[in-house]
């Protein structure tokens, strides 16, 4: 596989996914490639690639403390607050887990993000039936 050919289609299409993107929406494309990464990161471990399992671990901690970085503290209260602590407690997951080589671990990362993904689309939605 061209793998170069490969990086530079997904570059365009992420910047096409972006370009007119929403706040919501842009949380959801990050959402994509976090969960996308946490997946390569699982089959790393599975296969005994530990630096690639780092590199992506890596990779997903950071986009996790991005989306936890973006988090309006002042006007979004306690459930702001409570998505943070969620983030961190993923972000804690993960970097266990690739200590102790355990798929579990992203398995219950992965899972916790789908309940949270979901909750962005309906985010997302309301505001699109809000707003047509």
């Known amino acids: 596989m061209d793998y170069e050919a490969y990086r530079n289609y997904h570059a365009v299409n992420l910047e096409s996914q972006t370009s007119q993107a929403s706040p919501v929406e842009l949380?959801?494309?990050?959402?994509?490639?976090?969960?996308?990464?946490?997946?390569?990161?699982?089959?790393?471990?599975?296969?005994?690639?530990?630096?690639?399992?780092?590199?992506?671990i890596t990779k997903c901690i950071n986009i996790l403390n991005g989306l936890s970085g973006a988090l309006d503290f002042d006007s979004g209260g306690e459930v702001v607050t409570n998505l943070a602590r969620l983030y961190d407690y993923c972000a804690y997951r993960l970097y266990d887990a690739s200590v102790k080589l355990e798929v579990g671990q992203i398995d219950e990362v992965l899972a916790l993000l789908a309940q949270l993904k979901g909750g962005w689309i309906g985010v997302r939605d309301q505001h699109e039936a809000a707003h047509p």
């Open 27 to 56: 949380v959801l494309v990050l959402f994509d490639g976090l969960m996308e990464e946490l997946a390569r990161a699982r089959a790393h471990i599975e296969h005994g690639r530990y630096e690639e399992k780092g590199d992506s």
